[in-house]
Structure formats: C-alpha cells, structure tokens
C-alpha cells in the first residue's frame, strides 16, 4: 500500500486550515453571543419598565441562540451536514421531552408567567391553595412567603394553571375580614376592646371606620349561647395579613382571659 504524501500534505493543510477558521470562528462568536447579551440587557433595562428575570430570560435565550448559529456553521465548515444533525438531534429532544413532561410543562409555564407578568415581586397573591408574598420566580418554581414567615414552593405549571388573585394588583386599600365564635354574654365588651384595638392601629384606615358586629346567631341554647362576631376593616394589601393576624391574637387572648 501506498501513501500519497502530497495528498496527505494537501488534506492535513486543507484540515488545519478549517481548525483554525473554526477556532477563530468560535472567539468571534463567543465574543458576538456576550456582546448581543450585553446590548439586550442595555436595551430592556432602560426606564426599568422590564422585569429583571425577563431581561435575564431574554438575554440569556438571545446568547444562546447565536452560539447555536455558530456551532451549526462550524460543523459546516469541516463539511458535516447539519440536515441529519438536527434530525437526530430533533429524535432526541422529542425522547427527552415525553420523559420530562411535567418539568417541561413548569418550563413552559415559568417562559409564559415570565413573559405576560401577572403578578410581580413582593406582591401579595392567593394562587393554587397557597398564600403569600412574592419572593421570587424562576423558570420552574415560583417561591411565596407566607405570613408565619414560611417558605411556600409552587411548580410553575401549578401557577399558571390556576386562578391567581392579586391583592397588590391594585393601589387603594385591602379589607380585612374576620369572623369567629364567642359567648353571646361577652359578645359586646369584646367587640369594644377589638373596635378601639382598631382604632389606635394606625395600619387601619381612618376614612373606612372599623366594624365589629354580631353577625349570627351559632347556637340558641340558652345554657351555652354562641354568636358569630365579625371584625371588618380597610387597610393597604401589603398590611392586610398583619392586622388580620393582629385581630386573632388579641381576640384569642381576650377570649382566653375572659
């Protein structure tokens, strides 16, 4: 067997030609995908008006995407067709995806809450049983805090796939409403302790006067007679679990000591 050493020389200079445009290629690339991540985020954070994990999102997807594009002219270049790469490439993300369906489906759903906003940091929301303040949301989990200082995790898909109420959606003042037993004989003198306990929380609206009445009648029985007492009061959203659990504990305890 013979070795055609000037086509071997040939082959070996056309080769390291290729490695080194497909080198120089991938600097410039690398340098191009940074410099569109960085004029991305340049361009989303003026005026502040677009979320931070957004213009972290979309930055991040824009550098990426001209990686891709440099990798697939890369391949090229050393002439791999890229038409049976992205086919194969395409068998195997369609594998991936029915084995990752739930992670996927908080993917999709973190992208969509990321994008449409429906509610921000540090906004007080109600969404799939849960309570709380925004603390923060990632492309998979949304994480609230909810008024006893506890940590509530919600998967994405949870979220968007319910109704989400915002109390912080809208400035003005929140209502705070609480309702719970007591002895009808002690109904009055426990509704005035909780009224002027209203009225010196400086949390409370003073337009909006407090309220503590008798709502119903629990049990008739005159050995035992129980009414049902409701506090209402206006306060801001982001007061409105405070005063709320202000009012259990000060009832509590007048109910304890009485």
């Known amino acids: 067997m013979t070795i055609n050493f000037d086509t071997l020389k040939a082959s070996l200079v056309l080769y390291g030609l290729n490695a080194i445009y497909a080198i120089l290629l991938l600097a410039v690339g690398w340098y191009l995908s940074g410099a569109m991540q960085r004029v991305v985020t340049r361009v989303l954070n003026v005026g502040h008006r677009v979320d931070p994990l957004v213009t972290f999102f979309v930055s991040s997807v824009t550098r990426y995407g001209v990686l ?61 049983g849960k309570a709380g303040k925004v603390q923060s949301l990632s492309l998979f989990m949304t994480e609230l805090v909810a008024g006893d200082n506890t940590q509530i995790l919600l998967p994405n898909g949870q979220v968007w796939g319910a109704a989400i109420i915002n109390h912080s959606a809208y400035p003005g003042t929140g209502e705070v409403k609480v309702t719970f037993p007591v002895r009808a004989g002690a109904a009055n003198a426990l509704a005035d302790r909780i009224l002027k306990e209203l009225r010196d929380d400086p949390r409370v609206d003073d337009h909006a006067a407090p309220s503590v009445n008798v709502s119903k009648v629990i049990a008739a029985d005159p050995a035992a007679p129980l009414v049902e007492l409701t506090v209402s009061a206006k306060v801001k959203p982001a007061d409105a679990d405070a005063v709320k659990q202000r009012v259990l504990d000060h009832a509590s305890a007048l109910l304890a000591a009485a």
């Not at 890229?82 to 369609?94: D, F, H, K």
């Open 68 to 128: 891709a594009i440099v990798g697939i002219a890369v391949l090229q270049l050393f002439g791999i067709q890229t038409a049976s790469l992205v086919a194969v490439l395409g068998a195997t993300s369609l594998a991936i995806g029915l084995a990752l369906q739930g992670t996927l489906s908080n993917l999709a759903a973190g992208v969509m809450l990321l994008l449409f906003r429906p509610f921000h940091i540090g906004d007080d929301v109600e969404v799939g």
